[in-house]
Structure formats: C-alpha cells, structure tokens
C-alpha cells in the first residue's frame, strides 16, 4: 500500500493587518482578502486531518513586524505542522528597519515552522522517510539591497551537495519562493518572467535531478501551474490575494524505491466580506488593471512587439493575465492580426500531441 499522506499549500497570503494596507487605487492585490481569507482556508484545512501545510513564501505584504507577527501567532493555534520559507516581500532588505524584518529575523522568528537555528534554509524529516528542504531564493547586493531576481546562494548548494546524497532512496520535497522551472512560454527569456525565476536555476536543477527529486514547490507567480523536466516537478500556487485566490490539497502515496503517486485537488475563495461573488470582482478587479502591463509584456522578449502594436492590442487582451492565473489557459485568438495570433497561442495548455491540457488545478503526478 506504500505510506499514504495529505497536506496542503497555500502561497502568497501577503498578509496585511488593516493599519497595514496602503490606500493605492491601481494595485493589483486583494491584500484585504488576506487574513478573513486565512481564516476561511484555515478552517476547512482543520477538518481534513492533514498532514503537514506548506506556505511558499511572500507570507506579508512587505515584510511589516506586525504583519508577520499575526501569521505566526495564528500558525501556531494551527491542529498540524506547518512549513514557510521566505518570499521577496518577506525580507524586503538584508537589514531589518523600524518596519520590516530583516534576512537574520526570519528563521528567529519562525523557529519551529522548519527552522530551528540561524540559517535562512532547512532540513526536515516531516515524516518517516519523508523530507523537506526549505530553501532561501532571496538574495541582496552589497548595499543590503534586494536583488530583482531568484538567487540559492554558494553556501545552500554546498549544503544540499553534502545533504542529498545522505538522503538518497527517501523521499525528498523542496520548497522555495521562486521559480525553478518555467511555467509560462518563454519565461526565462522574458524580462518580467526572469524576476519570478531562480537565475542560477540550473545549478539547483542539477544537485536535485541527480538525487532523483521529484517534486518542488514555489510561488511568487500568481499562477496556478504545474511543469515537469523531466522526473522533476513543480508545482506553483496562485496567490490567496489575488484571482482565482486558490489553495491546494495533495494526496500522496509513497512506495520506498517503487512509485509515488501524488492527486492534486485545488480550491477558492468564494466569497470574503463584503465580495459575495469574490470570483467576480476579482477578475473585473485583474482585468481593469491589465492595460500597462500587458502593453510592457507584448513588447517584451519574447513577444517584441513594437511599443505601438503592443499599446494598441493591449486593451483587446486584458483578460490575459488573468485567464494564466486560472491555471490550464484555452484561449481564442481568432481576432488578433494574424502575425501575433501564434505567437500568443503557445501560452495555451497543450499536451506533446498540441491537445488542450487540463493539469494545473486538478490532476495526479506519477513517479516513475
């Protein structure tokens, strides 16, 4: 029957007390849905007997005290252990201000959510022959600055080069903010897909690939998606602030040096006062802030088109960036001028065989 276990992930809470919230008429985020939007999940996530919970970072607004004080306090009245790693606005600068934390409060401050000492990363045996690896993605210059990308610094790869190999025939689980894997068409190549992205992806990828992991979980996108490299898979969670404010609950089935079988079930938030139909408004909410954005992102490699092509199609596909955070994205591009038509189209879900692919929200991984 192999070892049977459930757990659940919820990405992106930014968590912003109401004191907190910034009085910005053009953000993105639903930061208000935050903590009643907790509560919601937390309440469900009680009466499913989980686990373990993973959060993959960007745990507050923008690394506020307060704001991270009111997570901790709530994760400890939590029936089940739960892991955080940290996210770009966690740790806003290496050095803590009157404001926000800085990198050493991190792991002082969640001792016992994976950390038990100093380090920014982790090792835990969650269950009988069952790890998770919290790593740090964040990284700085040397004015304490915040880098604009992904980084798993030179002591983190020793690390798990000294780690994996002693954990080799368990099952390893890693977890990080940023993206390892691309989970949108040219990703890596794309100015605004590179800040979601580790950029020194592949010496994480290789330690991992041959240690045979299998699976990663990140967020920072905002996207419900799951990508494979081979036997390695990540699954990115979408934000809880912003649409389809989805979580995840996984079902696992681990057979030592057999198979692991993973069900991925996800869920949202409905409704959060006063949005009777959240759903509704936060998709109008995403659309009607898509106009600037999707203008830098048609201009952008890999797309490149001209400034003026890009301003002019831009009104026509406000519902872009929403319908990708959905997850398994179908879209009909019938109406655009024909040399952008394909170009937009390799951002839908397709399989090998270019058949719609439904895996982003609902689906079973197998290994091998």
């Known amino acids: 029957m192999g070892q049977r276990f459930r757990f659940a992930i919820v990405s992106d809470p930014h968590v912003a007390l109401p004191e907190t919230i910034p009085d910005h008429p053009h953000r993105f985020h639903l930061v208000e849905v935050s903590i009643p939007g907790l509560e919601q999940i937390f309440a469900h996530l009680e009466t499913l007997d989980l686990d373990f919970l993973l959060l993959p970072g960007d745990l507050t ?29 966690d740790i ?16 002082r401050l969640y001792q016992g959510f994976g950390y038990d000492g100093p380090a920014p990363y982790y090792h835990r045996e969650i269950l009988p022959g069952i790890h998770l690896l919290g790593l740090n993605s964040n990284a ?18 020793a690390w798990l080069a000294d780690l994996l190999p002693r954990l080799q025939g368990d099952l390893v689980l890693v977890m990080l903010h940023h993206n390892v894997l691309e989970h949108l068409w040219g990703q890596a190549q794309s ?18 690939a041959a240690a045979q992991v299998p699976l990663l979980f990140t967020g920072h996108l905002h996207v419900q998606n799951i990508a494979r490299q081979g036997s390695l898979c990540e ?25 692991l079988r993973l069900a991925v079930q996800s869920h949202r938030l409905l409704a959060v006062n006063p949005w009777d139909d959240l759903q509704t408004m936060s ?7 898509a106009g600037v954005f999707m203008a830098k992102f048609l ?8 400034q003026a092509e890009a301003e002019a ?24 001028p024909p040399a952008v038509r394909p170009i937009l189209e390799r951002f839908n879900a397709v399989d090998a065989q270019g058949q719609p692919e439904t895996l982003d929200n609902a689906t079973t991984l197998l290994w091998p």
């Open 299 to 306: 201009a952008a490699p890999p797309i490149n088109l001209s």
């Open 235 to 259: 699954v990115l969670t979408g934000s809880l602030v912003s649409y389809p404010h989805p979580y995840r609950v996984l079902e696992g089935n681990w057979e030592r040096g057999q198979s």
């Open 140 to 157: 700085f210059d040397g004015a304490g600055r915040q880098l604009g990308v992904g980084y798993v610094d030179d002591q983190q790869l």
């Open 191 to 208: 100015p605004l897909g590179q800040r979601y992205m580790v950029h020194n992806r592949q010496a994480l990828i290789q330690p991992l």
């Open 92 to 107: 806003i600068a290496h050095d803590a201000s009157p404001q926000a934390i800085g990198l050493a409060d991190f792991p």
């Open 283 to 289: 998709y109008a909410w995403m659309c009607d802030r």
């Open 313 to 336: 199609l831009a009104p026509s596909l406000s519902h872009f960036w929403p319908t990708i955070a959905n997850g398994d994205p179908q879209f009909d591009f019938s109406y655009l």
């Open 61 to 89: 607004q923008h690394g506020e005290w307060e704001n991270h004080d009111w997570l901790i306090q709530r994760l400890k009245r939590l029936p089940f252990p739960a892991y955080v790693v940290p996210g770009n606005h």
